[in-house]
């Protein structure tokens, strides 16, 4: 069994209030919300005022996941919205350390995020102050787009580098998620599954998200 965390990013923007009004009550345990700013990853999505605005109709927890640029910088604003998962990329942090430290002091789980391309040993020696580890499963930037194969078996890799380190960080996989790759996922160790376009691009999300969540 899986953890879901549905992707607004792929949610209809003029009826916000009723695509949440769903997720509220499907058995989704999260809300990711993607922040962009057009410099880390090659677009922008949404920010504070419009995520203050979800979070007043949001009925489960925030996943927060920030492509961005420092982010080092908005850890009390995203603690003032009451989120429950604050994300960092990996590839964003000078003093990752210092973040994740900075989070969790704020009372957020820490997760640390991996662009494609970042192995996972990089996560040595900084396993043990994560609460949470996110695999890109594509480049950050869009919904909608075909799944990296290769993060199967990188998920199978953290598994065991977290397996090693005696710790209970949650894997947790973005981007190309759907029931078929969600299978492979959590078989290789996925605890947290996002999907955006699996489930409002499906005929009935509720019933996506229990598939997913049925994984
Ligand atoms: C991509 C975002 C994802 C995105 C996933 O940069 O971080 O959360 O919404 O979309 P799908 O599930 O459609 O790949
Ligand atoms: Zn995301």
Redesign the pocket.
């Known amino acids: 069994m899986a953890m879901v965390s549905p992707?607004?990013?792929?949610a209809d923007f003029g009826n916000l209030e009723r695509d949440i009004a769903m997720l509220n009550q499907s058995e989704c345990d999260w809300f990711?919300l993607?922040v962009?700013d057009g410099v880390f990853?090659p677009?922008i999505?949404f920010g504070f005022p419009v995520m203050e605005a979800m979070k007043q109709h949001a009925k489960k927890p925030l996943d927060v996941?920030l492509?961005i640029v420092e982010p080092q910088k908005f850890v009390k604003q995203v603690a003032a919205l009451g989120a429950k998962v604050m994300n960092v990329h990996y590839e964003a942090c000078n003093h990752l350390h210092r973040v994740l430290q900075q989070i969790k002091a704020e009372g957020m789980m820490a997760g640390v995020?991996l662009n494609p391309h970042t192995p996972v040993n990089v996560l040595e020696d900084i396993i043990c102050e994560a609460d949470l580890v996110m695999l890109?499963?594509?480049?950050?930037?869009?919904?909608?787009?075909k799944?990296i194969e290769h993060t199967v078996d990188k998920t199978r890799r953290l598994r065991e580098l977290i397996d090693k380190s005696g710790s209970r960080v949650l894997i947790e996989i973005?981007?190309?998620?759907?029931r078929e790759t969600g299978r492979r996922l959590v078989e290789a160790g996925a605890d947290v599954l996002?999907?955006?376009?699996?489930?409002?691009?499906a005929a009935d999300p509720q019933e996506e998200i229990h598939a997913l969540r049925s994984l």
């Open positions: 992707s607004l990013l792929s990711h993607d962009m990853v677009n999505s996941h492509m995020t890109m499963g594509v480049n950050p930037g869009f919904g909608g787009q799944f973005d981007g190309g998620v759907n996002v999907a955006g376009s699996a489930v409002f691009g």
